[in-house]
């Protein structure tokens, strides 16, 4: 049987990889046949905790959050953001990285950055945790404004050569966050392995999208964000019809009722 990420590299060049961020059980189980990867993202803090910085999130709602999401996973490849510093150092990243793997059953874990951290990633993978890479904003790190990376020639070199190292050292892809066009199409051209694109043009070998935003269920306005669903309309529209029912002694009728 050839492995989850086996499947993913050989999407290489031939078809686009589908990634999507779950948190739960039952987004897991609506999103799974439609994608090849499922991310428990630290994205969770903003999303689900109305975080400032995903540096709050901790370890422990990783664990729970993903072992949650987890049970309406199938077939996809389910990765774990690992939060920050969980990873600031070779010895504490290995223990944080079986834990995650242990508990939660998921298959690989995502780190975010480059040449700073490579002795880290490289650890791991010789210790057979397979990793995802992410370059580009990283937003463990932003503080303030969120700006798209590869503007200056000094960024595009870095960020392009901390992709080629990553490669180099075994991961089996990587997230591009907000990366200019031009650069993210040089990298996905250049590199053996996936790149996922997130704001960083059409020419990433995969998408990812918070599924939140993807459904309409948050109301960010950023502009990679497309929604592609009102889930936050029906759900108003259902809690307003039960409302009504409810006062209008119409719920439950007999056929609702013991």
């Given at each position: 049987m050839?492995?989850k990420?086996?499947?993913?590299?050989n999407?290489?060049?031939?078809?686009?990889i589908?990634c999507l961020?779950?948190y739960?059980?039952?987004?897991?189980?609506?999103i799974?046949?439609?994608?090849?990867i499922?991310?428990?993202?630290?994205?969770l803090?903003?999303?689900l905790?109305?975080?400032s910085t995903?540096?709050k999130?901790?370890?422990?709602q990783m664990?729970e959050?993903?072992?949650?999401?987890?049970?309406?996973?199938?077939?996809?490849?389910?990765v774990?953001?690992?939060?920050?510093?969980?990873?600031?150092?070779?010895?504490?990243?290995?223990?944080?990285?079986?834990?995650?793997l242990?508990?939660t059953?998921?298959?690989?874990v995502?780190?975010?950055?480059?040449?700073?951290?490579?002795?880290?990633?490289?650890?791991?993978?010789?210790?057979?945790?397979?990793?995802?890479g992410?370059?580009?904003i990283?937003?463990?790190?932003?503080?303030?404004?969120?700006?798209?990376k590869?503007?200056k020639?000094s960024?595009?070199?870095?960020?392009?050569?901390?992709?080629?190292?990553?490669?180099?050292?075994?991961?089996?892809s990587?997230?591009?966050?907000?990366v200019?066009?031009t650069?993210?199409?040089q990298?996905?051209?250049?590199?053996k392995?996936?790149?996922?694109?997130i704001?960083?043009?059409?020419?990433?070998?995969?998408?990812?999208?918070?599924?939140?935003?993807?459904?309409g269920?948050?109301?960010?306005?950023?502009?990679?964000?497309?929604?592609?669903?009102?889930?936050?309309?029906?759900?108003?529209?259902a809690?307003?019809?039960?409302?009504?029912?409810?006062?209008?002694?119409?719920?439950p009728?007999k056929?609702?009722?013991?």
């Amino acid at each position: 049987m050839i492995s989850k990420i086996k499947k993913i590299l050989n999407k290489k060049n031939k078809s686009k990889i589908i990634c999507l961020t779950s948190y739960s059980k039952n987004i897991s189980e609506a999103i799974d046949p439609y994608s090849d990867i499922i991310l428990v993202g630290d994205s969770l803090g903003s999303v689900l905790y109305n975080y400032s910085t995903t540096r709050k999130v901790t370890l422990d709602q990783m664990i729970e959050h993903s072992k949650s999401a987890r049970l309406g996973i199938k077939n996809s490849l389910m990765v774990v953001d690992m939060p920050y510093r969980t990873y600031r150092n070779k010895k504490i990243a290995l223990k944080n990285a079986k834990r995650i793997l242990k508990e939660t059953k998921c298959d690989a874990v995502k780190l975010e950055g480059g040449s700073l951290i490579i002795s880290v990633i490289d650890h791991l993978i010789k210790n057979k945790i397979p990793v995802m890479g992410h370059l580009g904003i990283l937003p463990q790190s932003v503080k303030g404004k969120f700006k798209f990376k590869g503007k200056k020639n000094s960024e595009r070199n870095k960020i392009f050569n901390d992709a080629k190292l990553l490669e180099k050292i075994g991961v089996f892809s990587i997230v591009l966050e907000c990366v200019e066009s031009t650069l993210a199409k040089q990298i996905s051209k250049k590199l053996k392995i996936p790149t996922i694109g997130i704001g960083s043009s059409k020419f990433c070998d995969g998408q990812i999208l918070v599924i939140d935003d993807l459904i309409g269920l948050n109301e960010t306005k950023v502009r990679f964000v497309k929604k592609f669903g009102q889930i936050k309309k029906n759900i108003s529209n259902a809690a307003k019809n039960f409302s009504k029912e409810v006062k209008n002694k119409k719920y439950p009728s007999k056929i609702y009722s013991y």
